[in-house]
């Protein structure tokens, strides 16, 4: 993209040497005229006048006409002499032009290690392998060249918002300006041209367009109001007074009214200045922004992309830098908003293909932009992306081919973006900021799919998917494990804010981890309460986390020192379990109590008979009687208690005879039993109607001990004692 780079003014030392050559070298180099100062610094190659200055201008010379082997040659010398960072970034660049990746890599990994705050240096540490991520990516787009080209530089597809209209910019006239051709590339002056957009992106033959819409200077880019009815257009400084010291005239924005496709009443854009330069504009789909292209101070360096509100009556508000996930130290250009309301831009300062690459980035710049890989972006330059309205078709141009030329593209795959989530890691004790903790990203398999490591500030970020589950484990020597569970937004612009705390391991401590006995699944939210029972004192007293886990100081006790404990564990839908054990610190550390005793909890199932999940003892009655005993009231205790634990749970409680009497005084008498047994529960839980019951009589016996009738029993005494029992059957939970 030779002949539509962005013209930026690079401040060099002039010489002050009496050769003839080198004074005419330097007057077009500092005029932007590289393609003519190149013949002058070549005469002076050899000569006592060469120097590292001068090499260094016949370099960029060479980069700027795409002369890509000679710059490489040039920037290999300068490196040879005086290895400063950028030359190993320009020699990277090249090199990645020329499809020399592995040798291109390498220079931008250098350049990274000796500039490494530099923002190009920055993006590329971020992600070194991105070239070849790039290169086995789903590609996004169909692309196939257009049948306008010419042998000169033809760049830029900008539609009217009505009709199938549209202008490009191109330098095939030759006649406009009396044959004169731009001293920076050698190459015809940039004009406007007509064009007729068809189907899948087929252009006609273009036409010029007259003045004011032509000038006798570049003119180009363009953008329409969404109406049609205001143009804005970059041209270099049409005012011929009004020209820097060194006689160049920067680019600026124009505004014009179209009327009838005239366009009339042109003026300039109010953040145009003779200081720096202003072009490439274009709108937001709501015509309410304006976006365009800037080397103004206090930028990132190079041409930043900047936006500025545009109000009903055409005021605009104070330019806004897009900031660092949109500029870097090198060059953006050409911005567009595309259907799907994302900002696509060209930039070389941040890694790609080679030369300069088509980004994308949603319009609020949130998140990090993606390049928009093949084939849009090739080894040489890639620029001016735009869409039909409403449409998912588009043009792109390049000089993959030796002159800038247009290319049809089809989008077939949108661009998605990530959600960022971010936070600092802190000391919960110190609420201190910690540093090189590792941060492990983990999808909700379990997973890990990144890891990161806190820097000098606690600070960690992730990007992870919109809408999706995910955990994050942080992990420090001499800290607890810190587990935090969230999920992203479905707004792929939205920056997630999740801070981390980390609690230091204590030199004395007890540990517990609590699970299902069937299934060994961690149980969460189970209450433990631990209780050393010489000091009376309550040692923990609070719930597990998502992994069952649960861990408390005790820095109060010394090495060798014996403590009997204490230990209740109740957990919805589980039986409580209550443990004592003698624990003792032989060494500093934490004693994980679950390693040393039983702590897994039995589930509450519906169906299952919770007298025999409490071992309960077989209920008593006197001969013939139905009052509760003592013994009887201990064991009713147990099923009591549990009911309380669990408020929800349902018993329907079932009494049972054997087969001795008749099967009406036993039903009787079963009956009674249970209704006594059942409202002697009733009178001690929440909710009385939990429990029933009901006497089954001999009608439910467990083995062949029946003796009704004409049958006799021959069953001994522990046989028939198996019938007579008391069953409490979980009906609800």
């Known amino acids: 993209m030779k002949s539509i780079l962005f013209i930026l003014i690079i401040g060099v030392q002039q010489f002050f040497a009496q050769n003839s050559n080198l004074l005419k070298g330097n007057d077009f180099f500092n005029k932007l005229g590289y393609a003519a100062a190149i013949p002058y610094f070549e005469k002076v190659q050899g000569?006592?006048?060469e120097s590292t200055e001068l090499n260094e201008k016949l370099a960029y010379c060479y980069l700027f006409t795409s002369d890509l082997g000679k710059a490489e040659s040039f920037y290999k010398k300068l490196i040879s002499i005086a290895p400063k960072a950028d030359y190993y970034y320009h020699l990277g660049f090249t090199q990645l032009k020329q499809g020399k990746s592995k040798e291109a890599l390498e220079n931008l990994q250098l350049f990274s290690s000796l500039n490494p705050n530099d923002s190009r240096a920055v993006l590329f540490a971020t992600n070194p392998s991105y070239l070849e991520e790039?290169?086995?990516e789903k590609t996004s787009f169909n692309l196939v060249e257009t049948n306008i080209n010419s042998k000169y530089d033809d760049f830029g597809v900008y539609p009217y918002p009505r009709g199938n209209g549209a202008v490009i910019v191109s330098g095939r006239n030759k006649t406009g300006l009396g044959g004169k051709v731009w001293a920076g590339d050698d190459q015809n002056f940039l004009e406007l041209f007509f064009t007729q957009t068809g189907s899948f992106g087929m252009l006609t033959e273009p036409i010029r367009l007259e003045k004011p819409m032509n000038s006798m200077v570049h003119d180009g880019p363009i953008c329409f109001s969404n109406n049609g009815n205001l143009v804005y257009f970059t041209s270099n400084n049409r005012e011929k007074s009004n020209k820097d010291g060194k006689g160049i005239q920067q680019l600026k924005i124009y505004i014009a009214d179209v009327i009838r496709s005239e366009w009339v009443n042109i003026r300039e854009f109010k953040h145009n200045s003779a200081n720096y330069a202003c072009g490439h504009p274009t709108l937001s789909l709501d015509g309410k922004t304006l976006y365009f292209v800037s080397d103004m101070p206090g930028g990132f360096g190079g041409a930043d992309i900047y936006r500025c509100s545009l109000d009903a009556n055409g005021q605009f508000g104070k330019p806004e830098n897009m900031g660092s996930q949109v500029n870097t130290s090198g060059q953006e250009l050409?911005?567009?908003?595309?259907?799907?309301n994302h900002l696509y831009f060209s930039s070389d300062g941040r890694p790609g293909l080679g030369g300069m690459d088509i980004f994308v980035i949603p319009t609020n710049a949130s998140v990090a932009a993606k390049n928009v890989g093949q084939p849009v972006n090739s080894m040489s330059d890639d620029f001016a992306l735009t869409f039909q309205p409403d449409s998912k078709f588009g043009y792109v141009s390049?000089?993959?081919?030796g002159s800038d030329d247009i290319f049809s593209i089809?989008?077939?795959?949108?661009?998605?973006?990530?959600v960022r989530v971010k936070g600092k890691l802190m000391d919960t004790q110190s609420n201190t900021f910690l540093a090189n903790c590792k941060v492990e990203l983990k999808d909700k398999t379990g997973k890990v799919i990144a890891t990161t490591t806190s820097s000098d500030n606690g600070e960690y970020s992730f990007e992870v998917d919109p809408e999706s589950s995910y955990v994050l484990v942080a992990t420090q020597t001499n800290y607890k494990e810190s587990v935090l569970a969230f999920k992203s937004s479905g707004d792929m612009e939205q920056l997630l804010h999740s801070d981390i705390t980390l609690t230091k391991k204590p030199s004395f401590g007890i540990g517990l981890l609590i699970s299902d006995k069937s299934t060994n699944k961690m149980i969460e939210g189970a209450q433990i309460k631990?209780?050393?029972?010489?000091?009376?004192s309550i040692l923990l007293n609070g719930k597990t986390g998502a992994d069952g886990k649960l861990e408390t100081a005790l820095n109060f006790y010394k090495i060798g020192e014996i403590f009997p404990i204490s230990i209740e564990i109740l957990a919805p839908g589980y039986l409580t379990k209550s443990v004592n054990y003698s624990a003792k610190f032989d060494t500093e550390g934490i004693i994980q109590l679950h390693e040393r005793i039983d702590l897994k909890l039995q589930a509450i199932n519906v169906g299952e008979d919770l007298a025999k999940m409490l071992n309960i003892k077989p209920i008593y009655f006197d001969l013939n009687k139905f009052n509760i005993r003592k013994d009887a009231a201990i064991e009713l205790d147990k099923i009591i208690k549990v009911m309380n634990e669990n408020p929800?749970?349902?018993?329907?409680?079932?009494s049972h005879t054997d087969c001795r009497g008749t099967l009406a005084a036993n039903e009787t008498l079963s009956q009674n039993r249970a209704s006594s047994s059942a409202n002697y529960i009733k009178q001690r839980i929440s909710n009385p109607s939990r429990i029933s019951g009901k006497g089954y009589g001999e009608t439910k016996l467990i083995n062949d001990c029946g003796c009704e009738g004409t049958k006799k029993s021959t069953c001994s005494e522990k046989q028939h004692q198996e019938n007579r029992r008391t069953e409490f059957i979980i009906v609800k939970m």
């Not at 390049?398 to 081919?401: A, G, I, L, T, V």
């Not at 631990?530 to 009376?536: A, E, H, I, S, Y």
Request: hydrophobic letters at 40%; glycine letters at 4%.
């Open 648 to 654: 929800n749970m349902v018993i329907e409680l079932g």
């Open 47 to 49: 000569t006592e006048l």
């Open 334 to 340: 050409f911005p567009w908003i595309g259907n799907d």
């Open 398 to 401: 390049s000089d993959r081919k």
């Open 134 to 136: 790039l290169l086995t």
């Open 530 to 536: 631990v209780t050393d029972l010489n000091r009376k």
């Open 410 to 418: 089809e989008q077939i795959i949108p661009f998605t973006f990530k």
